[in-house]
């Protein structure tokens, strides 16, 4: 496995633990296009499932904020 891919199974686990309410919180603030977009649990987790490109982004920076 590489590093991608074992960032996104810790992710898959971690939400995987959640309760539920707490997949509703706001994890972290992605800075795109000037913009300042608000994430939540629920949000990463449907960007990761679908594999898109901007799962990449939310994983690494979970990853730097130690979240997962």
């Given at each position: 496995?590489?590093?991608?891919?074992?960032?996104?199974?810790?992710?898959?686990r971690?939400?995987?633990?959640?309760?539920?309410?707490?997949?509703?919180?706001?994890?972290?603030?992605?800075?795109?296009?000037g913009?300042?977009?608000?994430?939540?649990?629920?949000?990463?987790?449907?960007e990761?499932?679908?594999?898109?490109?901007?799962?990449?982004?939310?994983?690494?920076?979970?990853?730097e904020?130690?979240?997962?």
């Amino acid at each position: 496995m590489n590093g991608e891919s074992d960032i996104r199974e810790k992710f898959l686990r971690a939400y995987a633990n959640l309760p539920f309410n707490t997949r509703k919180e706001i994890i972290l603030v992605l800075e795109e296009e000037g913009k300042k977009q608000p994430v939540t649990w629920e949000v990463a987790y449907f960007e990761v499932k679908n594999n898109t490109p901007r799962s990449k982004k939310i994983l690494e920076k979970l990853e730097e904020l130690k979240i997962i």
